[in-house]
């Protein structure tokens, strides 16, 4: 896109006085943040510029920068918010943007589960913001592109408004730490799920322990599939799907793949995230004495992203 892409004072304002005058007009453009000194590009907040872009920056190689929880992204695609078999919901927050592999992966996962496991379509949430980077709020992954959340609810016959799409309610399928809610889980869940960890691009997918326990009782025949999927927090509604690092994306910092003792996660691993242990920090001991003061910590900066973001930032 030519079009010089505009962000708000407020952002300059908020992690700089080095630049104060220079930004006092409304808005400031492409060019004006690429008349910026190395220096002072360095410390603009990261969440606040990411945040501020609306384009991706196109006319860079697609790839993913750095980590999946410390990085951007280069030549982001859109998904599109319609598809044969997918809906983009929550439309405001403009982050259905990904490498290509992600967005490929994601209209592949919708269509073969419409056709093949009974899957109505993929109501589609976060992926990344346009040029991704730490977001405001929500996630500490889905930096580069490399990550998406899919509802649990199936998607509707109809295509769903703007405003539908914003205020839509989940369905939380694991109301609770130890199971299911039956009236809502169905076997094409779990057919859903197995197909996205059959896909090779695939390296983790995210849910809630009572979700990966119903899996690991339902498989049958080759298990292998189920070292993919994942206990953990917070998935109680949607799955996390992450990607490896395409191959050749050399600054995509890879995870280790999941390689559980058993085969499958469902044993020792499994029966921890059942148990208390990594739910403890939730019940906090009462504070005997008033807790000290703590000062928050300064604000990420651009300087805390792989150097190559620094381009991200500023190319057209
Ligand atoms: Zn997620």
């Known amino acids: ?38 220096a002072e590009l360095m410390k603009l907040p990261a969440k606040k510029l990411f945040s501020s872009f609306t384009t991706p920056a196109a006319s860079m190689k697609s790839r993913p920068i750095g980590f999946y929880a410390k990085g951007c992204q280069a030549g982001a695609v859109a998904l599109p918010i319609d598809g044969p078999a997918w809906q983009v919901i929550r439309l405001s927050r403009n982050r259905n943007w990904g490498q290509p592999v992600l967005v490929d992966v994601i209209e592949r996962l919708a269509t073969e589960a419409k056709a093949k496991d009974g899957w109505n379509g993929l109501l589609v949430a976060d992926m990344s913001m346009p040029r991704g980077g730490p977001m405001p709020s929500g996630h500490a992954s889905h930096q580069i592109g490399l990550d998406a959340d899919i509802w649990f609810k199936p998607m509707p016959d109809r295509r769903m408004t703007a405003k539908e799409r914003e205020n839509i309610k989940p369905e939380v399928v694991a109301p609770t730490r130890h ?3 039956k009236s809502l889980w ?18 983790r997918i995210f ?7 119903e899996l690991c009782k339902w498989a049958t025949g080759d298990r292998s599939w189920l070292a ?3 206990p953990y927090f917070n ?5 996390h799907i992450r990607l490896r690092c395409p191959a050749g994306a050399n600054n995509c910092k890879p995870q280790p793949s999941v390689r559980p003792a058993d085969g499958t996660g469902c ?10 242990g990594p739910w403890k920090s939730e019940k906090k001991p009462p504070e005997k004495k008033p807790p000290k003061p703590v000062k928050p910590p300064p604000p990420l900066t651009l300087a805390s992203l792989p150097a190559e973001c620094r381009a991200v930032v500023t190319a057209e």
């Open 1 to 38: 896109m030519k079009r010089p892409l505009l962000i708000a004072t407020a952002l300059l304002a908020a992690g700089l006085g080095i630049i104060g005058a220079a930004w006092s007009q409304s808005v400031v453009d492409m060019r004006a943040l690429a008349a910026l000194s190395d």
């Open 179 to 181: 199971g299911l809610d």
């Open 186 to 203: 169905t076997e094409a869940h779990a057919r859903l799920l197995k197909r996205t960890a059959s896909y090779p691009e695939v390296e």
């Open 207 to 213: 849910v809630n322990p009572p979700i990966k326990a």
């Open 228 to 230: 993919k999927v994942r």
């Open 235 to 239: 998935h109680n509604y949607h799955f």
């Open 267 to 276: 044993g020792k691993e499994l029966a921890y995230w059942m148990g208390n």
